[in-house]
């Protein structure tokens, strides 16, 4: 499952809580990054640790994918020759070839990705996952990512790479193995970008979902009667600023409904008040998550 959307629209505490919401009913999860910022592991008050399969609750694991380390790991599987991969897989190498192939890193990161889900891992002794929750780049590098198959297995044509680069371009189309979601927050330029997203996978979208929706707290009578309040002279001072707040927090609410009703449906995620996101907040949101779906 991958999570899309522009950046800071809460990917990162959506993945989380997916996974939670996975792990939940039992099923052996993983929540992905590749940003190696380990934005997953401070919502559990986990230490992040780049390249390392982690569990960060019962059932429920974490992995920031380095692509150096996906292409060693891809070497020695494939190399019969220790030596031979030690040194194609060497920074120096790596940052050379990385640099004149483009989508190269996008590859190795989307190769590792699908190997989580593999049967028979390439990392020894690993177990496989049932759900693979993928917290992807912002927009443009996230559909990137989610191409890069594809036109490595069209720029190789025939070899291992094309073979391979096949074999997970065709689990990525499958809509019963790979799940495409959308984020967005109820604002003009995150909406658009999901509408983009939208027309860019061709209607490919399994689901959106809008994070940080704020109660409604008034209704039409209660906003009229409010503005009606606001035009009143001689108010105290302290009533002025109340009505002020609460003519603002009922004009964002308006927009925010505006912005909504450019979607078809899509799920609502509240706005949590909290000075830092946590594993109480992420339940609560695994809870509304539930509930919407
Ligand atoms: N429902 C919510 N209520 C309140 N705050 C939220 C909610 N969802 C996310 N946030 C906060 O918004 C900020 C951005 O969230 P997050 O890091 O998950 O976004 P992102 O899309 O992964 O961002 P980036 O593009 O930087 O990776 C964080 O501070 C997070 O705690
Ligand atoms: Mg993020």
Redesign the pocket.
């Known amino acids: 499952m991958f999570l899309l ?12 809580t997916l996974g939670l919401l996975a792990a939940r009913q039992g099923r052996r999860t993983i929540v992905v990054e590749v ?1 190696g ?1 380990g ?1 997953v592991p401070r ?1 559990f008050a986990a230490k992040a640790r780049t390249g390392v399969e982690s569990e960060l609750a019962p059932g429920l694991w974490t992995l920031d994918v380095d692509p150096r380390q996906a292409l060693e790991e891809y070497l020695h599987d494939q190399l019969p020759l220790r030596v031979i991969a030690d040194l194609l897989g060497s920074s120096t190498t790596f940052g050379i070839v990385a640099a004149a192939t483009p989508g190269l890193r996008e590859m190795l990161t989307i190769g590792k990705i699908w190997e989580l889900s593999q049967p028979k891992r390439r990392v020894r002794g690993a177990a496989p996952y049932d759900v693979v929750v993928v ?1 992807a ?2 927009t443009g590098h996230g559909l990137a990512l989610l191409d890069a198959p594809r036109t490595f297995a069209s720029a190789a044509a025939v070899g291992p790479i094309a073979r391979q680069g096949r074999r997970i371009a065709a689990t990525l189309r499958d809509r019963s193995l790979t799940a495409l979601v959308a ?1 967005a927050t109820p604002e003009r330029a995150a909406v658009d970008e999901l509408i983009g997203l939208r027309r860019a996978l061709g209607g490919s979208l399994d689901a959106e979902i809008v ?3 704020a109660a409604a707290r008034f209704s039409a009578a209660d906003a009229a009667a409010l503005r009606d309040a606001g035009e009143r002279p001689a108010l105290a001072p302290e009533t002025r600023h109340a009505l002020a707040a609460a003519i603002a927090a009922e004009s964002r609410s308006r927009a925010q409904r505006r912005q909504l009703a450019r979607l078809d449906a899509p799920l609502e ?6 000075r ?2 946590g594993l109480r ?1 992420l339940e609560q ?1 695994a809870d509304a998550l539930a509930a919407a779906a």
């Open positions: 959307g522009k950046g800071g629209v809460g990917r990162s505490t959506l993945a989380a940003s910022r934005d919502l917290d780049p912002a984020v994070n940080g929706v995620l509240p706005l949590i008040l909290a830092e996101l907040e949101l």
